[in-house]
């Protein structure tokens, strides 16, 4: 199981980024994928989520309205589109794989299975 997260950068505020998260070693309808955060003394957070049955998604406070989670099965990839960024969305991001089919809850970070290598995110003006 990998997964490769891309797509990170320098953004101005109220910018858009779209992160990707490519996966490889099993299907994402057998997984649920989330997006998470650490910035620089901060615990990581969770910030999306993807059910891999039925692609049910769940956001954090403090990005829904901003970001939408997809994916492609084809590419057996996860998106990540952030808009109206700001500048307390830097962070590193990572995409987790959960146990499971289903998203558990985004605060439950540590209950993740496989972890892909994370990207930067920069709001910066």
């Known amino acids: 199981v990998q997964l490769q997260a891309s797509g990170g950068g320098y953004v101005q505020p109220g910018g858009s980024l779209r992160l990707s998260c490519a996966a490889s070693?099993?299907?994402?309808?057998?997984?649920?994928i989330g997006w998470f955060r650490q910035a620089p003394g901060k615990e990581r957070e969770g910030v999306a989520c993807i059910s891999g049955h039925n692609e049910a998604t769940d956001y954090s406070r403090s990005v829904k309205g901003r970001f939408a989670i997809s994916r492609d099965i084809a590419k057996n990839t996860v998106y990540l589109q952030m808009n109206s960024l700001k500048f307390e969305d830097s962070a590193v991001y990572y995409c987790?794989?959960?146990?499971?089919?289903?998203?558990?809850?985004?605060?439950?970070?540590?209950?993740?299975?496989?972890w892909g290598q994370g990207t930067q995110v920069t709001v910066s003006s």
């Open positions: 070693g099993f299907a994402l309808a057998d997984y649920g």
């Open positions: 987790a794989t959960d146990v499971g089919p289903v998203c558990a809850p985004l605060s439950l970070t540590s209950i993740r299975d496989y």
